[in-house]
């Protein structure tokens, strides 16, 4: 990966609906080789996708809660059946499984509070061997991620 390569890496992550002239434009090349660097960084996994960033409050999930949770046990059925459950539930934005303890950080954008609790004794807590579950509610979005 070159200086160009890592220039229209910087653009795109500002902004992904670029068109290809507009994006060779700000790198300095041609439509052609952009187009064909484009595309090599997507077949390498460098890009790996385009999405949009909707308002949550349009979509009724502006209410983010980050858990730490914990299992009883690490054994791989426990573990597959914990990270399938909750990867597959659309309130999750984030599952990151972790060193040490907690076991696990997960976020979560749901309506509004009884919503929350409804999503957590419902899907979380009736997960097998659900150790511990702690929830912070975000006071303010400082530095909103990707």
Same mark, same amino acid.
């Given at each position: 990966?070159?200086?160009?390569?890592?220039?229209?890496?910087?653009?795109?992550?500002?902004?992904?609906?670029?068109t290809n002239v507009e994006l060779a434009q700000r790198v300095g090349l041609t439509t052609g080789p952009c187009l064909?660097?484009?595309?090599?960084?997507? +077949? *390498?996994? %460098?890009?790996?996708?385009? /999405?949009?960033?909707?308002? =949550?409050?349009?979509?009724? $999930?502006?209410?983010?809660?980050?858990?730490?949770?914990?299992?009883?046990?690490?054994?791989?059925?426990?573990?597959?059946?914990?990270?399938?459950?909750?990867?597959? +539930? *659309?309130? %999750?934005?984030?599952?990151? /499984?972790?060193?040490?303890? =907690?076991?696990?950080?997960? $976020?979560?954008?749901?309506?509004?509070?009884?919503?929350?609790?409804?999503?957590?004794?419902?899907?979380?807590?009736?997960?097998?061997?659900?150790?511990?579950?702690?929830?912070?509610?975000?006071?303010?979005?400082?530095?909103?991620?990707?």
């Amino acid at each position: 990966m070159d200086a160009i390569d890592e220039a229209i890496i910087a653009e795109l992550e500002r902004d992904g609906r670029l068109t290809n002239v507009e994006l060779a434009q700000r790198v300095g090349l041609t439509t052609g080789p952009c187009l064909r660097r484009v595309q090599r960084l997507e +077949a *390498e996994g %460098v890009i790996q996708g385009y /999405r949009a960033v909707v308002d =949550p409050a349009s979509v009724g $999930r502006s209410f983010e809660v980050l858990l730490d949770l914990s299992l009883e046990a690490q054994d791989a059925e426990t573990v597959e059946r914990f990270e399938g459950t909750l990867a597959q +539930a *659309e309130e %999750v934005l984030e599952l990151r /499984r972790l060193f040490g303890n =907690p076991d696990y950080f997960v $976020r979560v954008a749901v309506a509004d509070l009884p919503a929350y609790e409804a999503f957590l004794s419902r899907r979380v807590m009736t997960i097998p061997r659900v150790k511990n579950v702690t929830s912070h509610f975000t006071m303010k979005t400082v530095k909103p991620g990707p």
